[in-house]
Structure formats: structure tokens, C-alpha cells
């Protein structure tokens, strides 16, 4: 693949999940700067500080690891929405199940914008209630613990039909 479709394929990935990549990439970097503190913590001989350091920064890191699963998620969400769209046109049978969920919209009206349908999918989304500050997935809101739950990793990481 030549350097101009490399590049096309990565800001295709980001645009269809922005917040996933953000947070992973902030958590990234927030993750290796409290390394590089625990670095130099242990290189003065401060071990316990050093270890607290290295303890929140690979938490940072599995919350970096999740964020970009996520958005690897939503990249497969945001293909297989497209090709909805483009096999039976626009429908709000094909966003209803995707409304709850901030990264969810954002992969649904990415798929939108390439097929020609952003300006319904919006107005469908706006008539839900739903607005740009609408961040957390409406199970988070209602339930803060939400996201230790099986059904809720099961369908942040897999999404697609249910299974019968």
C-alpha cells in the first residue's frame, strides 16, 4: 500500500472512533511519563515511591489497551454500518441500536458521511435527545460499576448480530 493509503486507512480508523483513540493515546502518554517518574524515583533510591509510580502507570496502560480495542471495535462497526447503508439505504432500524453509546454515534455517522446520509443520521440522533457533550454510554451513566460488566465488554468489543 503506497504512503498516501496508509495515511487515508489511519485518519479513516481515528475519524470513525475519535474518543477511543484520544483517551488511549493520552493514557499512552500519561502511562509512560509516570514510568519515566518511576524511573528517576528509583534511580534516587526512592523504592516505594518508584513502585507507586509504576503501579499507576500500568493501570494507565490497561485503560491505553482498552481505549484502543475499543476504537478497533468501533472501526469494525463503522464498516459493517457502511455496508448496511449502502445495501438498503438509511434507516433508523440500523441506528437505533447504536444511539447509547458516544463512540457507537461516531462510527454510525462516519459510515453515514461516506454513504450520503450524515444529515439524517444527525437529525435522528438530535431527536433522541443526544448532543455533542453526551460523552458516557447511557449504561455508564445510569450504573458507574457498568463497565466491569460481561454484557457491557461483550457488546463495547463485539459488536454485530446477537447470537441465538
Known sequence: ???????????????????????GTASLLLAFGLKGAGVAQWSAGNAAQAAALGWWGLCWLVVAFFAMADGVSRHREYRRIRSMFLKYGFSERILKPLARSRCQRDAALHAARETGHLDQARAYFRSLGYRWYHILPDLVVRNPFAFASPSFLRTSFLPGKKQR
Open 1 to 23: 500500500m503506497e504512503q498516501g493509503g496508509m495515511m487515508r486507512g489511519a485518519v479513516r480508523y481515528v475519524k470513525a472512533a475519535p474518543w477511543p483513540y484520544m483517551t
